[in-house]
C-alpha cells in the first residue's frame, strides 16, 4: 500500500500570510493526488484533484502543484474561512490512502 | 441538486452486523465511481471502499477486507456497504462520497454525503 505523509501536522498562520503544505507518497504516483478540507463537525471537500487543478467554485488563492511523489497545498492569502484540517489523498491505486491531515488555525 | 445522503448507523455490539445505505440524487448514477470512507472519533480520514461505475470491480481497504462488502442498486439510485463481525475500532462516521470524473475510477472525490455515525460498543 502508498502511504501518505503530511508536513506539518498543525501550522498557526495570520490572515493573508501565505501558506504551504507538504504531502509525500512512499512511492511515484505521477499527479494522482487530491487535497481537500475538512472544517469541524462537516464532510471533506474537495479542493485540488490530480495534483493541480482547482475544483470548480474553489476559490482561487488555493493552488496545488508536484509530481511523483512530492506535492505542496498552498493558500496564498490565508483567509478566516480557511481554518480547517487539511488532507491529501492518492488515487493512482487501491487503497486510496489519505495522508493524516495538517490542521490550519490562526494565531 | 447533486446529493448523497447516508442512514442506516447506529449503535452495535462488537461481532454483529450492519448494512448503510447511501442515496443519491442529481446526477446520473450509474456513471460514477462510489466509494465509502471513515473517520473514527478524533482521527483522521481513512478510505474504506469503493464500487465502480459498472459495479464490476470492488477495492476494500485491508482493515475491512473480508468483512465488508459494497454493492449498489441502479434502480433505486442507493449505494450500500454490508459490515459484518464489527470490532470496536470500526466506530466512526462512515460518509459516502462520489467520484470525480464519469466512468473513472482514479480521481478524486467531489460529492460527499454527511455522514453517519456507527458505534461498536458491548
Not at chain 1, 489519505?98 to 490562526?106: I, L, M, S
Not at chain 2, 447516508?6 to 452486523?17: A, N, T
Not at chain 2, 450492519?18 to 462510489?34: D, K, P
Not at chain 2, 449498489?72 to 456497504?81: H, P
Request: proline fraction near 3%; glycine fraction near 10%; aromatic fraction near 12%.
Amino acid at each position: 500500500d502508498i502511504q501518505m505523509t503530511q508536513s506539518p501536522s498543525s501550522l498557526s498562520a495570520s490572515v493573508g500570510d501565505r501558506v504551504t503544505i507538504a504531502c509525500r507518497a512512499s512511492q511515484s504516483i505521477s499527479s494522482f493526488l487530491n487535497w481537500y478540507q475538512q472544517k469541524l463537525g462537516k464532510a471533506p471537500k474537495l479542493l485540488i484533484h490530480k495534483a493541480s487543478n482547482l475544483q470548480s467554485g474553489v476559490p482561487s488563492r488555493f493552488s496545488g502543484s508536484g509530481s511523483g511523489t512530492d506535492f505542496i497545498l498552498t493558500i496564498s492569502s490565508l483567509q478566516p474561512e480557511d481554518a480547517a484540517t487539511y488532507y491529501c489523498q492518492q488515487s493512482y491505486s487501491t487503497p486510496f490512502t489519505f495522508g493524516p491531515g495538517t490542521k490550519v488555525d490562526f494565531k | 441538486q447533486v446529493q448523497m445522503v447516508e442512514s442506516g448507523g447506529g449503535v452495535v455490539q462488537p461481532g454483529r452486523s450492519l448494512r448503510l445505505s447511501c442515496a443519491a440524487s442529481g446526477f446520473i448514477f450509474s456513471s460514477y465511481t462510489l466509494h465509502w470512507v471513515r473517520q473514527a472519533p478524533g482521527k483522521g480520514l481513512e478510505w474504506v471502499a469503493l464500487i465502480t461505475y459498472d459495479g464490476g470491480n470492488k477495492y476494500y481497504a485491508d482493515s475491512v477486507k473480508g468483512r465488508f462488502t459494497v454493492s449498489r442498486d441502479s434502480s433505486k439510485n442507493t449505494f450500500y456497504v454490508q459490515m459484518n463481525s464489527l470490532r470496536t475500532e470500526d466506530t466512526a462516521v462512515y460518509f459516502c462520497a462520489r467520484g470525480l470524473e464519469v466512468a473513472a475510477t482514479f480521481c478524486g472525490l467531489d460529492v460527499w454525503g454527511r455522514g453517519t455515525t456507527v458505534t461498536v460498543s458491548s
